[in-house]
């Protein structure tokens, strides 16, 4: 059974930091694509950073360049999202999911976890 769960999120004042933690099970973990996606309340799901397990490129949406930093421990199946310098537009449920490596466009992706709320007061 394909299972991808998040964890880590939590209410943060602005500023402040959180580390995101998806942890694939079921799968290749290192024939897929994972991504983080956020959805804020009354808006499109959208998508945030994703990683190519094989050989580790990364993508990042520009909001959230130079602040947020995704990375896998392919030994833990795990990816990881560190989210610095948190502003209160960065709250939304965010999610993981696997897809095709480099896939930036949300219809790709396959599998998805449940999510995660982040909240980030101001």
């Known amino acids: 059974e394909v299972q991808l769960v998040e964890s880590g999120g939590g209410l943060v004042q602005a500023g402040g930091s959180l580390r995101l933690s998806c942890v694939a099970s079921?799968?290749?973990?290192?024939?897929?694509?994972i991504g983080w996606f956020r959805q804020a309340p009354g808006k499109e799901r959208e998508g945030v950073s994703c990683?190519?397990?094989?050989?580790?490129?990364?993508y990042y949406e520009d909001s959230v360049k130079g602040r947020f930093t995704i990375s896998s421990d392919n030994a833990k199946n795990t990816v990881y999202l560190q989210m610095n310098s948190l502003k209160p537009e960065d709250t939304a449920v965010y999610y993981c999911?696997?897809?095709?490596?480099?896939?930036?466009?949300?219809?790709?992706?396959?599998?998805w976890g449940q999510g995660t709320q982040v909240t980030v007061s101001s």
């Open positions: 999911a696997a897809g095709p490596p480099g896939a930036t466009i949300e219809t790709w992706y396959t599998y």
């Open positions: 079921g799968f290749t973990f290192d024939d897929y694509g």
């Open positions: 990683i190519s397990i094989s050989d580790g490129s990364t």
